[in-house]
């Protein structure tokens, strides 16, 4: 029996995105391989409603990070004197991109899970120190979903562009892409798109390309995979297999309703899941108001630690995602993101009361 997985992505599959992984073999510098290519760019801008003439969708192989550090490595002017939010792992890797790649940066550090302080943020870029902000839109270190709309209002007001990680949120929540202080959005195939893993999407502003510096990576430098991309062309072998399995999951969004659509879903499930373990006694460790459609955090059971609880949820097909560093011992994550059937809620919700219950 497959398992279903309920950790961030990689998602389970739909069958028609299972079966367009492997359904034909394209070499990548062929008009077919090129015709899906540009199926997908156009899918991508669609998910949002982006004008094609104001933004491009880029894809090159990699994970979300590789997404994040392409955004950051190419977009980035170089003087440009970035803050960086950070309330979770994700937010604490932009800083780290930012390191590693010289740019210039500061950090907002917040605890993890904390919720951004807006009036403490308008007063930072309101002091006129900073060009641009990179922020996370849905923390999944805890499922918090960051206000981004209003993060991107401060911004337009204060003249700072704003770099989005929307990895595990694009396709299900709503992402500023009207703002115009939104510069980039880095996301991936494989969270709430339900693609495969292997394909790494950053959405920007094609003025953005135009003023992007000179190249300080080879590979993940984004003018340069969007020229190629725009006149049918890459500049290097792509994940042919993720770019196949992607447009056939962005039919199948289109066809469910587009991201709002995933939005309510996802959120009908978690609700489910809530009320199962808000009986067994199991409390969210985030207010389910302050959580993504996409994934929400629990405490632990009481007297249960993380690895008995994982053991007997995947012990009857469940995949659950642990707390990270510190938050191991204090909560687990649950994420209802990919292909879960009515059957698969029925049974998860049987398999938790099974395994909590009985401890
Ligand atoms: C999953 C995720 C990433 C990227 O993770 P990869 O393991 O590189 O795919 C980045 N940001 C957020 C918010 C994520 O949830």
Redesign the pocket.
Known sequence: VRSILLN??PVSLSEGVRNAVASTDLCHREAEYFDVQDEVITGLLQVYDCERQAWAAVLMGG???TA?EAMLASLLPSHSRLLVIENGI?GERLSRIAEIHALEHAAMRLDWGAGIDLAALGELLGAGGFSHLAA?H???TTGRLNDVAAIADLCEQHGVSLLL?S??AFGAEAVPFDSPAVMAVAA?AN?CLHGIPGLAIVLCRRKALEQAPTARSLTLHLPDWASHQARRSTPYTPPVNAVLALSQALRELRDQGGWQARGTHYRKLAGQVATTLGALGVDPWLPAAESSCALRSYRLPPGMDYNALHAGLKQRGFIIYAGQGGLFNELFRLSTMGEISAYDMARLQQALRAVIAGR
Do not use: A, I, L, Q
């Open positions: 961030p992505g994970s979300g990070t994040m994700y996370v849905h923390e999944t990680d990895v595990s991936t969270k």
